[in-house]
């Protein structure tokens, strides 16, 4: 039976809602002036020379949330239509989707991995903590030296758990209880050899 951990639908939607927000505020900045400051006019409505000026760094204001806003609302909506998971753990192993957006997940079976470990981590720039799952394992495999989503720290991947839908401890109890099965099943078996 498999246990399947993918991104909070709730976080993806506001990201797509923010994306949203700034489009409006870019049609607002560059042409609207509903709620910004329109360009420096004279008294008979010509746009002087400074209002010029107001008016390109309004193009370049409202450019930048094009961008920006399009982005955040184009990936909300192909993350809402295109439900991919963060990880999807079974008896054999685990598939973690950090070899790239797109790219096939790395499988990593029991074998692999000597423990399994939730934490916070904490941001070298004063920030806030971010929950963690760590994967300690006894060779990388699959995964590249640059996973999507996660980092490195020696022979331990550190997967970034701040936007799952499931909560970090049930993730992590899962985990071990598929990682002591595996261990388990291996003792059983190596048992049966020897007798």
Do not use: C
């Not at 209002?51 to 930048?64: L, M």
């Not at 999807?88 to 790219?103: I, S």
């Amino acid at each position: 039976m498999e246990y399947r951990v993918e991104k909070s639908p709730v976080r993806i939607f506001l990201i797509g809602l923010v994306g949203i927000l700034l489009l409006f505020a870019a049609l607002d900045i560059v042409w609207g002036h509903w709620l910004s400051t329109a360009p420096e006019t004279s008294e008979e409505g010509v746009i002087t020379t400074r209002g010029r000026s107001q008016r390109r760094a309004d193009f370049v204001w409202g450019a930048a949330f094009v961008v920006g806003g399009g982005a955040m609302f184009g990936y909300a909506v192909t993350s809402l239509i295109r439900r991919r998971p963060v990880m999807v753990m079974n008896v054999e192993g685990v598939d973690l989707y950090v070899t790239g957006p797109r790219a096939d997940p790395a499988f990593v079976p029991w074998g692999q991995v000597r423990g399994v470990l939730s934490a916070t981590d904490e941001d070298p720039d004063g920030g806030q903590t971010v929950d963690v799952m760590i994967f300690d394992m006894t060779e990388r495999g699959q995964i590249g030296d640059r996973p999507w989503g996660a980092e490195w720290e020696g022979n331990r991947l550190k997967l970034d758990a701040s936007t799952w839908d499931v909560p970090l401890g049930e993730v992590a109890a899962r985990a071990e209880l598929d990682l002591d099965r595996y261990r388990r099943t291996q003792r059983d078996s190596g048992d049966e050899e020897d007798g």
